[in-house]
C-alpha cells in the first residue's frame, strides 16, 4: 500500500508469516513516518481521506493506517516497519438482493437480519438455532468489523462467549464483566473516525499502548510489473498471548475459497522468506459456508438510526 509522495524506493523484505508487532502510530504524519524509517521517505503529508462511490453516489473513505513495528527480538531477527490500513466507509454491508444487512452488537458480533428483524432489533434463528447476538445492535459498516477485530485483539478484550468442549455449545463467559467483554466504537467516536480524526482510537490504547499484536504477513505480487510488496492480511489477528492459530487458518481458508488473495502468498507460522514457500505449504482450502454476497444498494436504509 503506499500514500503520500516517496522520495525513495522502498525496500521489500519479502517475508511470509506470523510476526509480532507494536503500534508506533495511527495515520502518522510526514515526519513520523520519515523518522521510524531513518530516511525521507515521504515528501508531502499523507491524505488519508479517499472518496469513493457506490451505485453513482460519493462517500467519504477513512483509511485507518496503523504504522507497526516488528522487532528482531520478537521476530526471530527481522526488523521492519509495515503499514496496516483499515478503510471504514459510511455505507451499510447489504446482501445481493437487497433484503439482508449486516448487523454488529456492543460485544463485536455480528449477523445478518432482514428488515423487519433489523426494525424491531430482533435475532435472526438459523437452523442451529438463534445468533450469538444482543438486541443492542446496529448497521455494520463498511470496514467496521475489522477496525473493531483488530483493535479488541489488541487490547486482549475478553469474548462474552465461550465455548463448552463439554457440552459442546456456546455460554456466556461468566469470568470477565459484561463492560470489560465489550468491543464497540461509540457513535460519537465512529463519527470522528469517518470524518479522519483518529484521536477515539489513540485514546483507546492509550493504557495498554505497550501491548504487542500478531499479524499474518504476506506478500502480493503486482499484476502490472512483477514487483513484489508486503501486505498484512486483514481477516484475523491474534494478541500476544495466543499460540493456537485455528481462527487464523480457517478464516484465510475461507478467504482464498472466496477467491481473495489470488495474487498474494501467505504461509501460517514463522516468519520465512517467500521464495522459500512452496504450494503444499499454503493453508488447505476448507469448505466454506457462504455469507450472503454484499452489495452497494441497500432496500432500507439501515444507517437511519445512526446520527451520520
Not at 253 to 271: H, M, N, W
Request: a negative charge; glycine letters at 6%; proline letters at 5%.
Amino acid at each position: 500500500m503506499a500514500f503520500g509522495t516517496s522520495s525513495a524506493k522502498p525496500v521489500f523484505t519479502r517475508r511470509t508469516g506470523i510476526g509480532v508487532a507494536k503500534i508506533v502510530a495511527i495515520n502518522p504524519t510526514m515526519k513520523e513516518i520519515n523518522d521510524a524509517f531513518g530516511r525521507e521517505v515521504y515528501t508531502s503529508e499523507p491524505d488519508y481521506m479517499r472518496d469513493v462511490e457506490y451505485d453513482g453516489k460519493s462517500y467519504k473513505m477513512s483509511r485507518v493506517t496503523f504504522l507497526l513495528k516488528f522487532d528482531a527480538a520478537d521476530n526471530d531477527g527481522y526488523d521492519d516497519y509495515h503499514f496496516l490500513t483499515l478503510p471504514v466507509t459510511n455505507r451499510a454491508v447489504a446482501n445481493s438482493d437487497n433484503s439482508k444487512v449486516q448487523v454488529i452488537d456492543e460485544f463485536g458480533r455480528t449477523a445478518w437480519v432482514t428488515q423487519d428483524e433489523f426494525a424491531k432489533k430482533a435475532i435472526p434463528v438459523y437452523s442451529n438455532g438463534p445468533a450469538r447476538l444482543s438486541n443492542n445492535y446496529h448497521a455494520c459498516l463498511r470496514g467496521e468489523e475489522a477496525l473493531v477485530n483488530f483493535i479488541s485483539t489488541f487490547l486482549v478484550t475478553p469474548s462474552i462467549d465461550v465455548y463448552n468442549r463439554t457440552t459442546g455449545t456456546w455460554q456466556t463467559n461468566t469470568r470477565d464483566s459484561v463492560d470489560d467483554c465489550k468491543k464497540e466504537i461509540p457513535t460519537e467516536d465512529m463519527k470522528k473516525i469517518l470524518s479522519g480524526d483518529v484521536t477515539p482510537i489513540r485514546g483507546y490504547i492509550e493504557n495498554d499502548k505497550d501491548n504487542k499484536i500478531k499479524v499474518l504477513l504476506g506478500v502480493r505480487t503486482d499484476s502490472h510489473d512483477g514487483r513484489k510488496y508486503t501486505t498484512i492480511y486483514d481477516g484475523c489477528f491474534l494478541n500476544q498471548y495466543q499460540t493456537k492459530t485455528t481462527m487464523l487458518e480457517r478464516t484465510l481458508a475461507e478467504d482464498l475459497s472466496r477467491g481473495r488473495f489470488t495474487d498474494t502468498v501467505f504461509k501460517i507460522g514463522p516468519l520465512v522468506e517467500v521464495d522459500s514457500v512452496k504450494p503444499d505449504d499454503l493453508t488447505t482450502k476448507v469448505e466454506v459456508k457462504t455469507a450472503p454476497t454484499t452489495t452497494t444498494k441497500p432496500s432500507f436504509d439501515p444507517l437511519g438510526d445512526l446520527p451520520f
